[in-house]
C-alpha cells in the first residue's frame, strides 16, 4: 500500500508542477490539430468521391497524383483524364503530364482502410531514407548527437 500512496503523490506534484505548462501547450496546439484534422477528412471525401466516379464509368481508373502541400485524385476513362477531385485550377493535362499512369487503380482494386496505412508508412519511411533528406529541426546528423 505503500507504493500506491508514493505514487499518488508524485502524480499530483507532477500535476501541480507542469499543469499550467500543459495548458498552455493544449491551448497553443489545438487550432493547428483541427486544422490537420480536417484536411485528412477532405482529402479522404475527394478519395472516395474520385472512386464512385470511377466506378460509374465503363473503364474507370483513379491516380493519386501528389501537388504542393495536397493530394489530388484524377479519374479517367481508359486513358483519358475526365475529372479531378478536389477541383484544382490546373488543367487536367498539366496534372498527368509527369504521372506514372500505371499506377492507376481501378474501383474494385483499392485495399482496406489497413492496407492503404500501411502503404502510408511505408512510402513515410522510404522517404525519410532517400539519400539527400534533410533532418528535422533540432536533429542532427551526426550519430554522437553533435
Known amino acids: 500500500m505503500a507504493g500506491k500512496g508514493k505514487l499518488v503523490v508524485s502524480a499530483v506534484r507532477l500535476g501541480v508542477k507542469y499543469g499550467p505548462q500543459l495548458w498552455v501547450a493544449s491551448k497553443a496546439l489545438r487550432e493547428p490539430a483541427k486544422e490537420a484534422g480536417q484536411k485528412l477528412v477532405a482529402s479522404d471525401r475527394a478519395r472516395k468521391a474520385a472512386f464512385e466516379h470511377a466506378q460509374r464509368l465503363s473503364d474507370g481508373a483513379v491516380l493519386k497524383v501528389p501537388r504542393t502541400g495536397e493530394t489530388v485524385w484524377v479519374v479517367f476513362s481508359g486513358d483519358t483524364a475526365v475529372s479531378v477531385y478536389p477541383t484544382v485550377d490546373v488543367p487536367l493535362s498539366a496534372l498527368v503530364d509527369r504521372a506514372d499512369l500505371t499506377r492507376r487503380v481501378r474501383p474494385g482494386q483499392q485495399g482496406s482502410v489497413r492496407e492503404r496505412a500501411k502503404d502510408a508508412a ?6 525519410g531514407d532517400r539519400p539527400g533528406a534533410t533532418p528535422l529541426q533540432g536533429e542532427t546528423t551526426d550519430p554522437r548527437g553533435h
Open 122 to 127: 511505408d512510402a513515410a519511411l522510404r522517404r
